[in-house]
């Protein structure tokens, strides 16, 4: 099979949301009886596709949003890019080119897309499924003939996962030809979960802090690389699937194996997001919001060259006494034998700690001071 033609998007009419709602609530029946309203709706439910329906709409929004908030969030796309989107027959793949081919047509820059597959020549893999459906929804896009799966079945020892190696030589020729066509970015399809289970897999087997980034520069520099589903939950991204109807084309080469790593994370995260909910998003905000003065990365933060930088203000404890055993020893130290104390001192309270004025003055009762806590459960 040949590289399929380039085709140029169809310019589909985008669905009016407000039109509809406004065009449901005006509907009425010319009947009275409730038993005919409800066989009436139950008539329009059957009528209306999956994609036509309130559900879908609002997950399309949702979804798009999350996509729009990443790309704003790390400059995943400028003026005049030309997108390729890595497609490889699964629903995020799926999921992604089409939610950046609806923001296309309603963003406020010009940028292109096109859809990029690697046919790997895996044994039993249906080549004509997904060149039929880019061809059928008019979306520009080449298919890639390259027997990666000989390859990879013979470098990789019996019983290894295959992952590694298929990743190594799959991402090599989408580089190349990303360069070759003057792509500017390269989308691929790695969602919120996949970024926090490869970076539990490095956790837990690699002894490093790292994952999928959002946007990624490639080791020699020609290519950026942006996940624009970063945001996204997987669990709404196999609705979407589900309610679009993606022909999807599942992975036999890794999808073959058993015990994979990764399967056993998956599983473990979606055991933590049935019981907890708010947990991975809780975990996700942590990759954003990372504090290196808290770890122990040498590279990372200069711990060697820190230093004190006492002012002259004498910060005494506040207690009600101290004993001071051992004078002798404390003096020979040129420690203080008898040292002070106080009550509670405004002058070293935080800018959200500090009172009202009509509560400062030199005699401050420790009942008005406010006593952080901790919460034993964190």
Not at 207 to 224: E, V
Request: with cysteine.
């Amino acid at each position: 099979m040949t590289a399929a033609t380039l085709f140029t998007p169809k310019i589909t009419p985008e669905f009016d949301e407000m039109s509809a709602d406004a065009g449901m609530a005006d509907y009425t029946l010319e009947t009275d009886g409730m038993e005919d309203d409800a066989a009436e709706d139950d008539l329009m439910a059957e009528q209306l596709s999956p994609t036509q329906s309130a559900q879908f709409r609002k997950l399309q929004k949702k979804l798009r949003r999350q996509v729009s908030w990443a790309i704003r969030d790390f400059n995943m796309i400028e003026e005049g890019d030309v997108v390729m989107v890595c497609v490889s027959g699964g629903k995020d793949s799926y999921t992604l080119l089409d939610i950046l081919l609806l923001l296309k047509r309603i963003a406020p820059i010009n940028f292109d897309i096109v859809a990029v597959n690697l046919d790997q020549k895996q044994p039993g893999y249906p080549e004509d499924i997904l060149p039929a459906y880019l061809n059928e929804q008019g979306i520009a896009h080449y298919i890639l003939e390259k027997d990666t799966y000989s390859i990879v079945k013979s470098v990789v020892p019996e019983g290894k996962t295959y992952c590694s190696a298929c990743s190594r030589l799959r991402r090599g020729s989408l580089y190349g030809f990303a360069k070759q066509i003057g792509a500017t970015k390269i989308a691929l399809g790695h969602h919120r979960d996949d970024m926090l289970a490869t970076f539990f897999l490095n956790l837990f087997h690699g002894g490093t802090l790292k994952s999928m980034p959002p946007k990624l520069l490639s080791d020699d520099k020609q290519n950026m690389l942006i996940r624009p589903l970063a945001y996204v939950e997987e669990k709404d991204i196999i609705e979407y699937a589900k309610l679009k109807e993606f022909p999807i084309i599942p992975c036999n080469l890794c999808g073959s194996q058993t015990n994979l790593q990764r399967a056993i994370i998956n599983d473990m995260l979606r055991e933590w997001d049935d019981a907890h909910p708010q947990r991975l998003a809780s975990i996700f905000k942590a990759m954003q919001n990372v504090a290196p003065s808290q770890l122990a990365d040498r590279e990372l933060f200069d711990f060697e060259g820190l230093s004190l930088d006492r002012d002259e203000n004498e910060r005494l404890f506040e207690g009600d006494n101290i004993q001071a055993g051992q004078t002798d020893s404390l003096a020979e130290i040129g420690l203080p034998i008898s040292p002070k104390t106080q009550t509670f001192s405004p002058k070293f309270m935080s800018d959200k700690q500090q009172l009202p004025e009509s509560d400062k003055g030199p005699e401050v009762s420790r009942t008005t001071q406010k006593i952080p806590t901790i919460n034993p459960v964190i």
